[in-house]
Structures are given as C-alpha cells and as structure tokens.
C-alpha cells in the first residue's frame, strides 16, 4: 500500500463508504422492526466502523437513528422515546437512560422526513 493515496482514490473510497453506510442503516432499520435489535445493532456498529475508518461522517437523519451513548438502534416505542418540548425533540434512549435533545428549527426538521 503507498503511502500516498492519491486524492482520486481517496474520493471513491468516500463516496463508496458513504453508500454502505446508508444501506447499512436502511438494513438496520428493516431488521428493527422485525424486532431483530441484535441485528440492527450490528449494522449501527458496522456503519460507524466504515464511517471512522473513511472520515466520513454519519448523515443527519440516520444519527437521530441510533443513541449517540451506547450506540444501540433506536426505535421509538421500542427501545426509545420521543417527545416534543420546547421546541425541542428529545429522544430518550430505554437502554442506557440518556437523551438526546435536537431543537426543531426548520432546517432540522426538513430531515425528520
Ligand atoms: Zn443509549
């Protein structure tokens, strides 16, 4: 391997990376709601693996997906909560007891779907 990856290269390694992780992500998803958690917990963890190795960073919407604490998928009225207050959403993650505060600007919840 050169020391040197040549920036073309370095650009497709990104672009690819960034691929698997929202496939990984929309699998993680799928496996949830089959109420397979140890799998969408896999894919969460394999997702961020890719994401570190590639410096690529985690989209906006699917990081509401999973708890910033333990790193668990989240599913409302599974595993987590959601609620709304002051102008704010808050997720509560079951497994660990942390929150997740987003304000609710526009901008935010144009990627809540
Ligand atoms: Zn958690």
């Known amino acids: 391997m050169p020391r040197k990856v040549r920036k073309r290269e370095k650009r497709l390694y990104k ?7 929202s496939e990984l992500f929309e699998l993680a998803e799928k496996e949830a709601l089959r109420n397979r958690m140890d799998r969408a917990d896999r894919y969460v ?4 693996k890719i994401g570190m190795k590639y410096r690529v960073r985690i989209p ?15 599913l ?4 987590a909560r959601i609620r709304t ?3 704010k959403l808050i997720i509560y993650c079951y497994r660990c007891g942390s929150y997740k505060r987003i304000p609710l600007k526009e901008k935010s919840s144009a990627i809540l779907k």
């Open 45 to 48: 963890e394999i997702a961020r």
């Open 60 to 74: 906006k919407k699917y990081k509401l997906l999973f708890c910033k604490k333990c790193y668990r998928f989240l």
């Open 15 to 21: 672009t690819i990376a960034k691929q698997r992780i």
């Open 76 to 79: 409302p009225g599974v595993n």
């Open 85 to 87: 207050g002051r102008g």
